[in-house]
């Protein structure tokens, strides 16, 4: 994979590489500018503003922020796999990634769920997800940039 032709071209190009990169950074900035506040939200921000408005906001531009950023993520990994792959950094964001992608998943479909979105109330199970996410989304933001300067 690293002696690809594409690889060498993202390694060897003065503008290609640092564009994908801030592409990657865009992505996670949807994401994290989305989940942040929809956390937040369910931890119980804006008691006023229905649960339903923030998903019908929300959901779109998370969803669109992991999609630019897995894309843009794996043509950087692409560049240097083997460095990737040796760095104890790289694999605990990837394995908090994948927690927190599973945490999405749950939340999504528990009973707890569906009532939130029917009382605009959190219950603890929902509020103890939030947290998680929150914590795991900035971990994941830390470790990204610890791998950069490293």
């Given at each position: 994979m690293q002696q690809s032709e594409l690889s060498q071209l993202l390694r060897n190009s003065f503008w290609l590489y640092p564009l994908i990169n801030t592409a990657h950074i865009f992505g996670f900035a949807l994401?994290?500018?989305s989940i942040i506040p929809f956390d937040l939200k369910l931890l119980g921000l804006w008691p006023s503003v229905s649960l339903n408005v923030f998903i019908k906001i929300l959901?779109?531009?998370a969803i669109s922020g992991v999609v630019l950023a897995i894309i843009f993520g794996l043509l950087l990994f692409i560049t240097r796999p083997v460095d990737y792959l040796q760095s104890?950094?790289?694999i605990l964001k990837i394995g908090l990634l994948f927690l927190a992608l599973l945490n999405i998943l749950c939340l999504s479909f528990c009973n707890a769920w569906q009532q939130a979105l029917n009382n605009n109330v959190s219950s603890n199970r929902i509020k103890i997800q939030a947290f998680l996410s929150l914590i795991l989304w900035i971990a994941i933001l830390i470790l990204g940039r610890l791998i950069g300067y490293r």
């Open positions: 994401l994290i500018g959901r779109p531009v104890n950094i790289f």
